[in-house]
Each structure stands twice: as structure tokens, then as C-alpha cells.
């Protein structure tokens, strides 16, 4: 039986005489549009440049197209694969009373042939089949991802840029430290606060100063350094404020929930907040679907193995709930979650509790889960005073 939010079958009926079906496949440059056409023969194609009132034009003309056929046009969906430009054409055609969806391009079934043809016109034919199948409400066809509103899409920025800067503040770090290595110099640590004053005192083990032109690049990576860490700081900042605000809505209600769970910090309940927790996920197999925390089974015959995580779902949700379920068995000793994981633990080898810390990053992100939207507490659970 379908679900209210299943995204993987349309749950409308297709009435296919009086529906224009439209894909679009986009680039950066143009979008090729191809259509289905009540009354047409032909399913035709026409290149625009990246413009939303082309593409309005273009729906027009197809409509009075099937009009004139015969078919007068009551319902028009259009449809294209997620990617660059984001969800702000479907957000915008569906402010004009037009139907649009956004597909999952992994969702595609495509031609499994070692080389295979792939032009843009070839990719209109494939989106067309998989789209025209979704409409009709057959499973196994495509799946759509769910379109955020704007204030929603916005909210995500401050974790996602959080995150680029602290990757980015990484691979400096390893950049100096390489560039210094490579001199034979090995204990000097450029994220200390005062480790720009400190640089012109190193040298090499031949007791010589550091060569000019690596001297240069050093302190130009100092001055990136620095700016990253303010710009981390002014999140972080930002974001304790908005904090300590009265929840004004029920995302900041949940976030001010979930940093009161003794082990999980702010970041970390950002990410679960406006990665997972803001959609309206069924039940808790589509959020640990949506976690990217279930396995991949691999049978075939008598063969019955399993080929690790499946790596589906979000990253970002499954990186931060690997980290927090190592954090919970520290914090979180007397939980329930715990206990568990002990107790499968027994034997002390480690690929058990590798294997097992995953089982406990589930059902932790279940639980946690069952907290944001039923304020049910999990047993045994560690919580701090309300503020």
C-alpha cells in the first residue's frame, strides 16, 4: 500500500489524453526539452537557453499544440534529474500552477553495456520512460526527491559551510606540514596561535633558515589559516546565538532538544536537524534509509553475504552518527543503546565492534529520531537541564 509521502510512484491519476508530460535535461550552458504531446505523433525536442520564461513559453506553445489536436490540456508535469541547479526551477513553475518534480539521477535505471551511447536527446528518451512511468504510479521507475521550501534549503547552509571550512582547514594543515617535512622539520605545529611568529626561528637540520620561496608559501597559508578560523568562529558564533533565542520554529525547537542529550554537541545536532529530521519520513526504516546505515545484501544462489553499508542515504547524517555513536559509549555508559552494544562487544575483537558500532549508529539515529518527534527519551539516556 503506498505511503502519503512515497516519492517513488505518483499517487494522481495519469489521464494521459489530457496531460503534457516534459522533461529537461540541463547543463550549464542550454536545456534540452523534450515532451509528450496529447494529440502529437511526434515527441518533440527543442534546445532553450537556461531560462525559466523560455520554458514557460515553450509548455504554452506544446498546450495549444494539443488544444488544437483535440486535447485540451488539463494538467502539465514536468520533470528533470537533481543536480547543479538545485530545486529553484521546480519551486518557481510550481508558483505558476505547474506541476514539477525533481528526480533522483541515481534512481535512473540505465543500459549496463561496458560502452553505451549517451548524448543529451538519449537522456531526454530515458527520462521520459522512467517520468512516464512514475506518473502512471508504477514502482521501480524513478524516484523524486522532496523539493525544500527556501527558508528550508537556507537553513542548511551554515552546517554544509561548516563543514567546507573545516575540510578546508585540514588540508592546509596537511600542506604545511608536508612542505615542512619535506625540510626534515617535524615538530612544529602550525595551528598554534602563535605559530606565525614562530616560523622564521625554525631550522633545518643542517641548522640553515627555511628557503625564501617555501617561506612565502608558508606564510600565505598562514593568512589562509587565519581567515578560515575566524569564519569557523563566526558560525559557530552565530549559531549559539540563534540558540539561546526562543524556538521560533520547530526545527530550532528540535535543535534546542537535542543539544540537551549529554555526548551530542552543536554541530552534530545542526546536521541531524536540517539534514533529516526537518522531511517527513515515514517510519524508522526510511530514516535509516535516508542515514545511509543499512547494509547492502549480496545473495545469489546458495551465496548469502553482506557487502557492507549500502552508502544510499545522506553522508553527512551517516558521517555524524558514526562519530556520535563512538562519543555515546562515552558519555552515555549507563544508557540502554549501551548496554547492548557491551553486551555484543563481549569478546573484545575488533572487527565486533566495528561491525557492531554501526548497528549502534542505527539505531541511535532511530532513537534520536523518536526524541525530535514524539519526545520520547531513550532509556536510560543522560539529559542536561533545560535552559
Known sequence: MPQP?????????????NTLIAVIEMSQASWLVGAIVPGVERHPLKKLMPDGEALLQLLQRWREAATQAGHPIARIAVAYEAGRDGFWLARWLRARDIEAHVIHASSVAVSREHRRAKTDRLDVNLLQR?????????????????????????????SREHEALV????????????ALARLGIRAFKPNLRKAAERLAALRTPEGSALPPNTMAELRRDM?????????????????????????????????????????????????????????????????????GITGAPDESGARRRQKGLARSGNARVRRAMLQLAWRFLLFQKQSALVKWFQARTADGRPTTRKTMILALAR??????????????VPQGVVLRPAA
Open 5 to 17: 509521502n512515497d516519492l517513488s510512484r505518483s499517487l494522481a491519476a495519469l489521464d494521459q489524453d
Open 363 to 376: 539505531k541511535l539515529l532511530i532513537a534520536l529520531w523518536r526524541l525530535a518527534t514524539t519526545g520520547e
Open 130 to 158: 522512467a517520468f512516464l512511468g512514475w506518473l502512471r504510479g508504477e514502482g521501480d521507475h524513478c524516484t523524486m526527491a522532496a523539493i525544500p521550501t527556501l527558508e528550508a534549503e537556507d537553513a542548511r547552509r551554515p
Open 223 to 291: 593568512a589562509r589559516l587565519q581567515l578560515i578560523k575566524e569564519q569557523i568562529t563566526d558560525i559557530e558564533r552565530a549559531r549559539l546565538e540563534r540558540l539561546r533565542q526562543l524556538p521560533a520554529d520547530p526545527a530550532h525547537a528540535r535543535l534546542a532538544l537535542l543539544t540537551r542529550v549529554v555526548g551530542l554537541g552543536i554541530e552534530t545536532a545542526d546536521v541531524l536537524v536540517h539534514e533529516l529530521l526537518i522531511r517527513n519520513l515515514r517510519d524508522r526504516r526510511a530514516v535509516a534509509r535516508y542515514g
Open 167 to 178: 575540510g578546508e582547514r585540514t588540508r592546509i594543515l596537511n600542506r604545511m606540514k608536508s
